[in-house]
Structure formats: C-alpha cells, structure tokens
C-alpha cells in the first residue's frame, strides 16, 4: 500500500511559479511510474505529466515548456516545477501512482491505483 501526500499548492499570478512535492510511503518508490493530474471545477481530471521508472517523461501539451516534472528516489518524492503559469493552470492537482511501469506512461486515470489528496493551485489574472 502506498500512501501520498502533496504539498506546495498555493496562489501565483499569472505568469509566476509554483513547485508541487509528493512524498510516498509505504511501497518501493523506484518500481512505481508517477503522474500529475489536475481537475478544475466542472471539468473530468486531466493528465498534466508523467515520469516512468526509467526517468522518461510526458506532458500534456498545453504545459510543456512551462511544466518539468522529477523525481528523487532517495526521498521518495515526485516534484511539478510550474513556471509561467496561467489563469486556466487553476485546478486541484492530484500526483498518482501506477507499479511496474518502466517506459509507459499512461495518460489515463483509471490505472493509476494510489492517489494523493490534492492540493489547490489558484492562478490570478
């Protein structure tokens, strides 16, 4: 059973800069791929980015160049540095993780098994 816990959601303006932390416990972080997620009111969750166990990454388009998405196995966290951001980057965003998964990354929330609570990002206008 794996257990995550987001952190750093908060207020930008736009075009200002947040970092979102997961940190995991309870599985073996290196053998699981990790996705950020996003919903905004109204809207159905949303892949944002990926990272896989080998350390290949994905973005949906409308963050790439703005979002970089990491991970640090030895403290078993999975970081979203978001830079540029947007009124419309506004959403909860959500880190999830899936096991086993060396190079594929999937964009579908349905097989991500662990999921965080959430954390609020506001983006100003």
């Known amino acids: 059973q794996v257990q995550l816990v987001e952190s750093g959601g908060g207020l930008a303006q736009a075009g200002g800069s947040l970092s979102l932390s997961c940190a995991a416990s309870g599985g073996t972080f290196s053998m699981y791929a990790l996705a950020w997620f996003r919903q905004a009111p109204g809207k159905e969750r949303e892949f944002v980015s990926g990272i896989a166990i080998g350390m290949n990454t994905d973005y949906v388009d409308s963050v790439k160049g703005r979002f970089t998405i990491s991970r640090d196995n030895r403290k078993n966290t999975v970081y979203l540095q978001m830079n540029s951001l947007k009124p419309e980057d506004t959403a909860v965003y959500y880190c999830?993780?899936?096991?086993?998964?060396?190079?594929?990354?999937?964009?579908?929330?349905?097989?991500?098994?662990?999921w965080g609570q959430g954390t609020q990002v506001t983006v100003s206008s």
């Open positions: 999830a993780a899936r096991s086993n998964s060396y190079t594929y990354i999937s964009r579908d929330p349905k097989e991500y098994r662990y």
